[in-house]
């Protein structure tokens, strides 16, 4: 097996996986047109293989992909998980549909807390997502976690070149760290963003808590990326201004930085040309909701080195990265099939505490705690 050495240090150090555990891995059938893509995909049936050997079962579940981050994966990801009897109960209601089109109201999830609460015990323990599109910020993954206790790793856009990087590191160490910034962020009511490229913004924090993605996916309901490394939360909502320069897309270095104008909480103007402006303005266009700024995270693995691909990028050390979108399922309160994260490079960070004190925990893209 081309990836086997990883996999098993996945099973073994970041889940900590039991003979007697059930796993779930799911992919979304890739794009061959796309190196990347096919490489992940590859890599979710060695796991699925692998998990096989280490554990009690292991499943593999395949689907369409659902083209955004954020979006909802399709009812038969959901039927694996809860059982088939749970989710027909929850089609038959109507509102899994809602959900899956992030239409739900508050009624519609405490229905479907109910209906899926008979299919949680026995749902898998493990969860590895290894689709090319996130499904960290949906419904599917706050009940897998919240309500069933499944340990669940979204690893979008996951190329197993990171097993050599980001993968290959002494995760208490990014535990150390993690937890460190996260222990100022639950005290701050505010911070402040700079780069050097000129991103200038404030954001108030209130209570939200900070959670620490440090790949230490042992207890019950934990979550989190891999490779992991940040400590992140949700912004108060319409308290966010400033200006984010964003110099890369999720996945390339763009001709021109793109200045992107928040206002109020919400991304109210793209000053900039190119695809990555479009489809940033095309999401504007498509619901209101895709402009609000859903989250603060700060990178906190040091083997992580790549701009290149988001879900590394965002955990560098001496990083900042501001997303837009949902932010439901950690804290915030807004709910759209849309999450994205730009990330600011060599980052000055400044906590403001009660008392009129302040905390730096980034200077110059330099690890101050």
Known sequence: MRYREGLLKLFKENFRLKKSERVLVFADVPDQKVPGWVRQHRCAREAAEIAAELAGEATL?????????????????????????????????????????????????????????????????????????????????????????????????????????????????????????????????????????????????????????????????????????????????????GVLIAEWSQTDKLKKPLALWVRDGLLHEIEGEGPAAELLRKKLRESPLNANVAELGVGTNSGAKKPDNILESEKILGTVHVAFGDNHGFGGKVSTPFHQDYVVFKASLTAELPGGKSKEILRDGKWLL
């Not at 150390?176 to 780069?195: D, I, Q, S």
């Not at 959670?211 to 309901?221: E, N, R």
Request: charged share 20%; hydrophobic share 40%; aromatic share 8%.
């Open 61 to 241: 579940v395949e689907y369409a992909p659902t083209g955004t981050h954020g979006a909802e994966p399709p009812a038969g990801l959901w039927a694996e998980f809860f059982g088939t009897p749970a989710i027909e109960a929850l089609e038959r209601s109507g509102v899994l549909a809602r959900i899956l089109a992030k239409q739900a109201s508050p009624r519609d999830l405490a229905a479907a807390e109910k209906i899926l609460r008979g299919g949680a015990g026995g749902a898998p323990q493990v969860v590895v997502g290894l689709s090319r599109y996130s499904t960290t910020h949906t419904r599917f993954r706050s009940f897998a976690t919240g309500l069933a206790k499944a340990r669940y790793a979204s690893m979008p856009i996951f190329d197993p070149l990171m097993f050599a990087g980001p993968m290959a590191v002494d995760w208490n160490d990014v535990a150390r760290k993690t937890r460190a910034c996260a222990a100022v962020l639950n005290k701050a009511r505010r911070v402040v963003v700079r780069g050097a490229n000129g991103t200038y913004l404030r954001m108030d924090l209130g209570d939200r808590v900070c959670h620490p993605d440090d790949g230490l996916l042992h207890t019950p309901g934990k979550y989190g990326n891999l490779p992991a490394g940040e400590a992140f939360l949700a912004p108060l909502e319409g308290t966010t201004n």
